[in-house]
């Protein structure tokens, strides 16, 4: 099984709400990752965690707040959002936390958001 | 400097026909390559890992050239339902970042 889940598919939310992603992959995977994808653009890397520590934040605005509140699942908080923040969402995991040599990457089937 | 170029395309090709993608990468400590399929407002999905002895599946062939530093992806016979951006994905042999290419769209056309 190569699952990874995301919730909700959709979310429309206004630039004073305050909102979040989730993400939960059953895999044993230590690796979890946020993209962030605009129409005809590949995934753009936002953050990686590590043995449920953020090791990469591609200096993304603090108006993205990621956490992993385990080795299972990753959520993404969205506060003070802007317009150009609409996107699709992706999660992705892999099994190797520590980076060494071969992996996979999986992805779930994202979450689509518009920012009012 | 892209770590991984990909042409763009679009490639439209008529079913049947036999289409390649190519993708060149920067880092020559790379270590996994893949080639993703990724359809209109879906997420991207694993179509196959890249090996050094080059690898089929079915209809698809991916080879890798270290030396050159690029890998490719062959479709055979292609089918209507092969229409989709491909991406090709390069990982380095520390870290857990994938590096990902722009993406080639393709559409088969009747």
């Known amino acids: 099984d190569t699952e990874v889940t995301q919730t909700p598919k959709h979310l429309v939310m206004g630039m004073t709400n305050k909102k979040s992603l989730k993400c939960e992959q059953h895999m044993g995977h230590r690796a979890m990752y946020w993209y962030k994808q605009k129409a005809k653009k590949p995934p753009e890397l936002m953050f990686v965690?590590?043995?449920?520590?953020?090791?990469i934040n591609e200096s993304v605005p603090s108006r993205f707040s990621p956490e992993c509140p385990n080795s299972s699942l990753l959520n993404l908080h969205l506060h003070a959002l802007q317009p150009e923040d609409s996107a699709l969402y992706l999660c992705a995991s892999s099994q190797d936390g520590l980076g060494h040599g071969a992996d996979t990457q999986y992805f779930g089937p994202g979450t689509r958001l518009t920012v009012l | 400097r892209k770590e991984v170029e990909q042409d763009p395309g679009p490639f439209n090709v008529p079913e049947g026909a036999t289409v390649a993608f190519n993708c060149t990468y920067s880092?020559?400590?790379?270590?996994?390559f893949f080639w993703y399929r990724q359809d209109c407002r879906k997420e991207p999905k694993l179509l196959m890992s890249?090996?050094?002895s080059g690898n089929e599946d079915g209809r698809f062939t991916a080879q890798l050239n270290r030396a050159s530093q690029y890998i490719s992806l062959l479709i055979r016979d292609s089918k209507l339902s092969d229409s989709a951006t491909y991406l090709c994905v390069v990982k380095e042999n520390t870290g857990n970042q994938f590096y990902f290419g722009t993406g080639t769209s393709l559409t088969v056309i009747p």
């Open positions: 890249v090996y050094s």
């Open positions: 880092n020559s400590a790379s270590q996994s």
């Open positions: 965690y590590s043995y449920e520590k953020l090791s």
